[in-house]
Structures are given as C-alpha cells and as structure tokens.
C-alpha cells in the first residue's frame, strides 16, 4: 500500500475532517523498513531531503521511524546468504539464532497500539555489523573517521574491448547471484587486481567508501569499474562495485592526457579483521551487470559502432577512503 503523507499536517493538532481521506498526517505515521546488507542505510532516503517544503514532514516521520537492517541477500536467498553463515538459516531462524528480535513484528504493530515498547529505537537505524556478529543502533550511517589507503606505484594499462567485456562472479545484488567469492587475482588481461596492506588492528568500515582513480585513454571516452572486495581465509568476498565514464568529468576530454576520476559506494557496515585485507579489482566493463561502453563520446542510443581502448591506471596517484566507525 503506497501511503500519502500530507505535507500540511505536520503539526501536533489531529487530521480534521477537511483532510482527504487518502491522505495521513505524518505525526500518526510509524514507517518500519525491513532491508537486506545490500541496503544498508538505505534510510538515509528518508532522513535527508533538499526541499524546504518536505523537511518538516520528514522530521515527523523520523521521530517514529524504525529501520532494521538484516545480514542476508535480497529476498532473503538461502543458498546465497553472506560468507560465514549457515545456509539452513533463513531469517527468522537467523533473527533467533542471535537472540534477538523474536516476533518482531508483532511486537512493532503492538508498540503502534501502545500495547509494549517498539522492538526497535525509533528514530534510529538498527543494523547487523557484518563480520563483526553483532547488532548495533546507531542515528545515521556518519562516519567517525577517514582512511585513505593508495592503490599501488607505478601505473598499468590494459586493453579494453567493448565487444568482449569483463565478467565478475556475483552481481554484488541479488539480481545477479548476490554477494560472491571472487575469481582469482588477475583473472582477465582486463581486470587489474590490487590488495591493500593488511589492517593491523580491526577495523569497522561504516557508510560510504570513496575512491579516486588518476585515469587516461587513447579514446575520447571511455568507462572504469572497481570492485571492493574483503579477503577472508576462504576466498576474496564481493562488497560493493561503483562505474563511472570520462565524459561526467570532462565532456571535451581530450585522449591521452590524465584526468581524476571520482567513485561512490553504497554505504555498508562491516568488520575487516585483523590481518585481513581489501582487494580492489578495476576494469573497464562488468557485463552483464553493465552495458559495455562503446569507447566513443555521446548518448549510448545514437552510438552506431565500439572501438577499443587502451586505459591506463595510475595506481600511485589513485586511492581508496574508508569510512570508519567506532568498534
């Protein structure tokens, strides 16, 4: 059920009956999301607005807002839940399992009814701290510090050819197989692959990671994908994937010269632990999650044709910033 907030009802007196029926003042609205890892501080939608018009409406809802954010896929896929877990737990099972939470639901509609307390703060976002097996309510995704971590010296280049793009396992959503282990180290011509050193302490990586990739191509456009994934005694486990195009930062870009390039990841909340590592992998191309640049400037439903390219990377003047929170 789609509901209608009305925006001149913010105030503490009750909807009158000149309000239309299919609208709800928004102080009698208590919005609960359930969302998988993949959606991490997705209510951030809700907390920040732009419009003046909207911000009080939005300051009513947060008050009575709960947002519970569990570890499993979308959809709650069992053969695809996160590294580490039982796949015979589904949510529920899981919920118990860390004994917290039981009968939720229940419990948040009663809360409505006055009936109980809310299962969870209201106003704040509850959320699972991946690899870090516990549960933590905190009132944003903002993050207490930054780290910045250089991708490498030198640089690399690698041939880039629309007709025969990359591929990577998972799709980093449950549309494409979910989070993943990942295919060997250098696993294409393709695909440069880079570790960061190994974290000499745990580490909790909260909200939103950035990078920035000193870049340059023979083309007068072209793309660049990263992949962030964290290193576990398993394998290498796929987090979060970001894609950008020349063109959004310079749209006269000339070939062959160096331009900076800035990424943007979905935010998370996840433990790297002590030893462990990130690994970056970087691409031009992520098919089919993807639609493969054509190496040519312009809107992609006029281009007629792809050319490939030679993209460069240089890695000492590219990094990584974590985002990181109190443990």
């Known amino acids: 059920m789609r509901l209608r907030i009305s925006r ?22 208590c919005l609960f999301d359930e969302l998988p890892k993949f959606d ?5 939608s809700v907390r920040r607005t732009t419009s003046a018009e909207a911000a009080e409406t939005v300051a009513c809802i947060r008050e009575k807002y709960g947002e519970f954010l569990n570890p499993l ?45 809310p299962p969870f703060e209201r106003g704040k976002i509850t959320y699972y701290k991946l690899f870090g097996d516990r549960w933590c309510c905190d009132d944003d995704c903002a993050a207490d510090a930054f780290r910045s ?16 793009p990359a591929v990577f396992a998972g799709g980093l959503s449950a549309n494409f197989g979910g989070n993943a282990w990942q295919n060997p180290l250098n696993s294409r011509y393709d695909i440069i692959s880079v570790y960061t050193p190994e974290f000499d302490a745990d580490t909790f990586v909260k909200g939103k990671i950035k990078a920035k990739l000193k870049v340059r191509s023979d083309c007068e456009d072209t793309c660049f994908y990263l992949r962030i994934s964290l290193c576990k005694p398993e394998g290498d486990y796929g987090l979060r994937d970001d894609i950008n195009q ?14 900076e390039m800035t990424f943007s990841f979905d935010e998370h909340a996840f433990v790297i632990k002590k030893g462990e590592k990130l690994r970056i992998d970087i691409s031009s191309s992520a098919f089919p999650h993807y639609v493969p640049h054509t190496n040519r400037r312009g809107l992609f439903s006029e281009q007629t044709s792809a050319k490939i390219a030679r993209n460069t990377v240089i890695l000492e003047e590219s990094d990584i910033e974590l985002p990181i929170g109190k443990q």
């Open 8 to 29: 001149s009802r913010c105030s503490a007196q009750p909807a009158t009956a000149e309000d239309r029926p299919s609208y709800v003042a928004a102080e009698k609205v």
């Open 40 to 44: 991490y501080f997705n209510q951030i």
């Open 73 to 117: 896929q979308n959809g709650i896929c069992i053969d695809i839940v996160p590294a580490g877990m039982n796949k015979a737990q589904g949510l529920y099972r899981l919920m118990e399992h860390y004994g917290a939470f039981e009968g939720y639901v229940i419990r948040w509609i009663d809360s409505i009814r006055g009936k109980c307390e």
């Open 149 to 164: 971590i250089t991708l490498g010296t030198g640089s690399v280049t690698y041939t880039y050819n629309p007709y025969a």
């Open 246 to 259: 020349i063109s959004n930062f310079d749209a006269a870009y000339q070939s062959g010269t160096d331009i």
